[in-house]
C-alpha cells in the first residue's frame, strides 16, 4: 500500500459510499490484510469502516447476524457464534491462521475476495448464510453464499454490511482444513453439512476450496442424499467426488496429494456422521 495518500474515517455509511465514489482508486479497509497480500495494489484512498458499528454479532428469530467488521478473534470468543451449526463456525474460526492475524482478519474481508486460502467461504456455504451488501447508491440487497461465490465475491464500490447464518443445530456439521501449520496457507478446506431423518440422509452440503475456488459440490450432496446412515457407500462417493473437483496447480503438493487428501478427510467426515447418528 506504499501509494497510500488519504486515510479516512466515515462518520457513516452515506459518507464511506461518498467518499468512495469521490476518488477511483479509493478501497475500504478494516483489517487489512487482503490489501496486504494483493501485489497489485495502485489504492490511494483508504476508506477506515471500523467506526461504523458493523462488528455486532446479533442472535434472534432463528438466525445469527455477524457484522462485516467482527474479526475473527471476536467471533470466536462470541457465545452467539457457538450456536451456529453446532460449533462448526466457531471451529473454523479457531483454526484460521495465528493470533495477531485473528486479531486483525474481519468477516467481511475474508469473505470479500475469492482467495483460496481463506477459511470462511465454504462454511458460509454449507450454511446457507446470506450476505447482506449496499451498493454506491446506497442500495441493499441480500444474497446466497452461493450466489455470492460464484459472481467473484463484492463488486469494487460494493460494501458488505453483515453475514447471516441460520441457526439449523438439527443438522450434521463438519470441517476441516489441512495446513503444515495453524498459520500457514492451507492446502485444502472442506465443510459438510447433512440433514438426517430416520436414518437416512434427506438433505445435505459439501464445499471445498484451495484446491479449487470456494464452491458447492452438488453431485456428491444429490448422492448422499437418501442414503441410510448406517450403510453408506463410501466408495462410489469418492468416485462421485474426484469428478466433481477440477484441482487447480500448486507449486508446493502435487495434485495427486491432494486429491487423496480430499477423499481422506471425506472419509473422515462420514465416519463421525455414522458415528454421531448411531
Given at each position: 500500500m506504499k501509494n497510500v495518500t488519504e486515510y479516512l474515517y466515515p462518520s457513516d455509511l452515506s459518507q464511506a459510499l461518498i467518499l468512495y465514489?469521490?476518488?477511483?482508486?479509493?478501497?475500504?479497509?478494516?483489517?487489512?490484510?487482503?490489501?496486504?497480500?494483493?501485489?497489485?495494489?495502485?489504492?490511494?484512498?483508504?476508506?477506515?469502516?471500523?467506526?461504523?458499528?458493523?462488528?455486532?454479532?446479533?442472535?434472534?428469530?432463528?438466525?445469527?447476524?455477524?457484522?462485516a467488521t467482527a474479526t475473527i478473534t471476536e467471533m470466536y470468543s462470541s457465545p452467539e457464534i457457538s450456536k451456529v451449526g453446532n460449533g462448526v463456525l466457531k471451529?473454523?474460526?479457531?483454526?484460521?491462521?495465528?493470533?495477531?492475524?485473528?486479531?486483525a482478519i474481519t468477516l467481511g474481508g475474508n469473505i470479500s475476495r475469492l482467495y483460496t486460502w481463506v477459511g470462511l467461504p465454504v462454511v458460509l456455504l454449507t450454511l446457507d448464510a446470506e450476505v447482506e451488501i449496499m451498493n454506491l447508491h446506497g442500495e441493499r440487497k441480500r444474497v446466497p453464499a452461493a450466489d455470492h461465490f460464484a459472481n467473484g465475491g463484492v463488486?469494487?464500490?460494493?460494501?458488505?454490511?453483515?453475514?447471516?447464518?441460520?441457526?439449523?443445530?438439527?443438522?450434521?456439521?463438519?470441517?476441516?482444513?489441512?495446513?503444515?501449520?495453524?498459520?500457514?496457507?492451507?492446502?485444502?478446506?472442506?465443510?459438510?453439512?447433512?440433514?438426517?431423518?430416520?436414518g437416512k440422509i434427506t438433505d445435505a452440503r459439501l464445499a471445498v476450496s484451495r484446491i479449487t475456488k470456494a464452491t458447492r459440490l452438488k453431485a456428491v450432496e444429490n448422492a448422499l442424499i437418501g442414503q441410510e446412515i448406517a450403510n453408506i457407500d463410501v466408495e462410489s462417493l469418492l468416485t462421485v467426488l474426484e469428478s466433481s473437483v477440477d484441482i487447480v496447480k500448486d507449486f508446493r503438493v502435487s495434485k495427486e496429494y491432494r486429491r487423496q487428501l480430499l477423499g481422506v478427510l471425506f472419509k473422515r467426515m462420514i465416519q463421525k456422521l455414522q458415528e454421531e447418528t448411531k
Open positions: 465514489a469521490e476518488h477511483e482508486e479509493s478501497a475500504y479497509i478494516a483489517g487489512g490484510t487482503h490489501l496486504a497480500a494483493e501485489s497489485r495494489n495502485n489504492t490511494k484512498r483508504l476508506i477506515d469502516i471500523t467506526r461504523l458499528g458493523l462488528n455486532e454479532i446479533i442472535d434472534g428469530n432463528g438466525e445469527v447476524q455477524v457484522g471451529k473454523a474460526c479457531q483454526l484460521i491462521a495465528d493470533t495477531p492475524l485473528r486479531n463488486k469494487d464500490g460494493d460494501l458488505i454490511l453483515k453475514v447471516r447464518f441460520p441457526v439449523r443445530n438439527a443438522w450434521f456439521h463438519s470441517y476441516e482444513k489441512f495446513s503444515l501449520t495453524t498459520a500457514d496457507y492451507t492446502w485444502l478446506t472442506i465443510a459438510f453439512a447433512a440433514e438426517v431423518k430416520d
